[in-house]
């Protein structure tokens, strides 16, 4: 379900986060065009300068603006013919009453904030007009080795069991919870170990969020995080080791810098702006419209550049 990327509109929410400036600099190469107008928090609201992307009046989240703004862009889109699509990129505490704003103004949304409600944000599409990518992590290689692990962990359960499953992530500082890929890495590597509780696995998981350790490695339990990517890198690595401590298997992925997952987030934009164009056909078997979709749809349909 195809869409010329001139018919979609991109409002980021997120600015002047520097994720949202990756996100809307990557969807304005793909031909995609910036709103000018987008939710902040109150603290950063006015306008978006940064030679980068065009001016963008920043509204604070929850105000009578907002709202009003909101509404304006939803009927001059529909005027025009095009797609709007939101992308957020915000604090966890937003995400929900923001899931409800495009749910109030019809806005089609794709969602990389991580440590929010997802289970809420989902229901909120539920019976809507508008549809949703939800995901914590919008890498299409991530994507695809987490739906590898997702496959094997129902395929074989317990091929590990006996082992000790050990995480350990680094990320910037400024991000304080546990990263979204890792819960959900955990959770497939879970059930290839042992089976048990999934939340004690992702309470286990160490956090480095320390310069000196990022750079050094952790002291070799994750790879040296180049001096020019702290400000914006994710390493992780997952050890399965056995009892004995005579067998070890390790999976990493390091990623320095935001332009895998800004491109990721172009691609779910066009994923999405395509079903909402085409009305959002009937799922198959399910004899409903299906809304609600995350980071695997995308990739099954063939939908990644």
């Known amino acids: 379900m195809s869409i010329a990327p001139s018919d979609v509109v991109i409002m980021m929410n997120g600015l002047p986060g520097k994720m949202g400036y990756s996100c809307a600099e990557a969807c304005i190469a793909r031909g995609m065009t910036l709103a000018d107008v987008a939710l902040t928090g ?53 995400a929900l009453p923001n899931a409800e704003y495009y749910a109030r103004h019809g806005m089609n949304f794709v969602m990389g904030t991580t440590g929010c409600d997802y289970e809420a944000i989902g229901k909120t599409v539920t019976g809507a007009k508008h549809g949703a990518v939800v995901a914590p992590n919008m890498s299409k290689q991530i ?18 069991s006996g082992y000790d499953l050990s995480v350990i992530e680094s990320h910037q500082k400024a991000k304080v919870d546990t990263s979204g890929t890792a819960k959900a890495v955990v959770a497939s590597l879970v059930e290839l170990n042992t089976g048990g509780s999934v939340d004690k696995a992702v309470a286990a998981v160490e956090k480095v969020r320390n310069d000196e350790t990022s750079l050094n490695g952790a002291d070799g339990k ?62 198959k078997f399910l004899g409903r419209r299906r809304r609600l979709f995350d980071m695997i749809d995308v990739l099954s349909e063939g939908a990644m550049s």
């Open 42 to 94: 109150a603290d950063f609201a006015g306008q978006a300068t940064d030679s980068r992307i065009p001016k963008v009046d920043l509204v604070a989240g929850g105000s009578e603006d907002a709202e009003k703004r909101g509404a304006a862009l939803a009927a001059q889109c529909k005027k025009d013919g095009k797609v709007l699509v939101a992308i957020d990129f915000t604090a966890p505490g937003a």
């Open 143 to 160: 994507v695809a080795m987490q739906s590898v692990l997702e496959q094997a962990a129902k395929d074989f359960p317990g091929a590990f």
């Open 222 to 283: 994750l790879g040296k995080v180049p001096a020019a990517d702290l400000p914006g890198h994710a390493y992780h690595t997952y050890a399965l080791t056995s009892a004995d401590a005579t067998v070890t298997f390790e999976l990493r992925h390091n990623v320095n810098g935001r332009s895998t997952y800004a491109e990721g987030v172009a691609d779910a934009c066009l994923f999405l702006a395509g079903k909402a164009q085409a009305g959002f056909p009937r799922a």
